[in-house]
């Protein structure tokens, strides 16, 4: 069984530039949730997605977009980079809609100047 | 709105037992999770409770739940240091499938 993979893991961007982050769920599942954790902090949910539709998004603005594709990958889009935007971004799959078992993978640590 | 707490450091000799704690606001919460981060690295699953039952064990793990209480806490039994890391209580929010994470508790064991 393949857990979560996530890529790149490490970015550095700068301000204003636009980023893509990917993240594989693991085998079987077909939810994908995806979070920003910024240093000392708990993760704040962004979005989730279930079976290529967004099931539900937290505070964050729209400038965080996403998308997921039929083999249940997906990609997290920020555009207009902001200083604040440094932080792991953490992506978790899990089985159905609904905050179920999520597992999570390693994280993409993006860096922006 | 939801919340979730919990105290930030906790450090113990190697083989005793470690008890973190969380507080949580959400009254239709259905499940809680206990999550454990090591440095550098994503989040592990370690275990996590059915909002009807007061008590699970799992090999090392407890965990006790007080619904009414709003109180969670997990119990790691003979903590190794290797047991070393941040540990994330985690409500659940039916809706959209968030979690809401506390800030985590960093649990540091000396020899």
């Known amino acids: 069984e393949t857990g979560v993979t996530q890529s790149p893991t490490h970015l550095i961007k700068t301000r204003g530039q636009q980023v893509t982050l990917r993240c594989s769920s693991q085998?079987?599942?077909?939810?994908v949730s995806w979070y920003q954790q910024a240093l000392g902090q708990g993760p704040q949910f962004i979005f989730q997605?279930?079976?290529?539709?967004?099931?539900g998004r937290g505070n964050f603005p729209p400038r965080f977009s996403g998308l997921q594709f039929p083999n249940y990958s997906s990609e997290l889009n920020v555009n207009a980079l902001e200083l604040d935007d440094s932080a792991l971004y953490l992506c978790?799959?899990?089985?159905?809609?609904?905050?179920?078992?999520?597992?999570f993978g390693p994280g993409t640590r993006l860096t922006v100047t | 709105g939801e919340d979730v707490e919990q105290s930030l450091f906790l450090s113990v000799r190697e083989g005793d037992s470690s008890v973190i704690n969380c507080t949580y606001t959400?009254?239709?919460?259905?499940?809680l999770y206990w999550y454990k981060q090591e440095p550098g690295a994503g989040l592990q699953l370690l275990t996590y409770?059915?909002?009807?039952?007061d008590m699970k064990q799992d090999q090392r793990l407890t965990v006790l739940l007080n619904k009414k209480d709003k109180h969670l806490s997990l119990r790691i039994a003979d903590t190794q240091t290797g047991d070393s890391a941040i540990y994330f209580c985690?409500?659940?929010?039916?809706?959209?499938?968030?979690?809401?994470f506390g800030q985590g508790t960093e649990l540091s064991v000396k020899p």
């Open positions: 978790a799959s899990s089985l159905g809609q609904g905050a179920s078992e999520q597992y």
């Open positions: 085998s079987g599942h077909n939810t």
């Open positions: 997605y279930y079976r290529e539709e967004e099931n």
């Open positions: 959400d009254s239709s919460s259905t499940y």
């Open positions: 409770i059915f909002s009807n039952m």
């Open positions: 985690a409500d659940s929010y039916n809706q959209g499938g968030k979690l809401i």
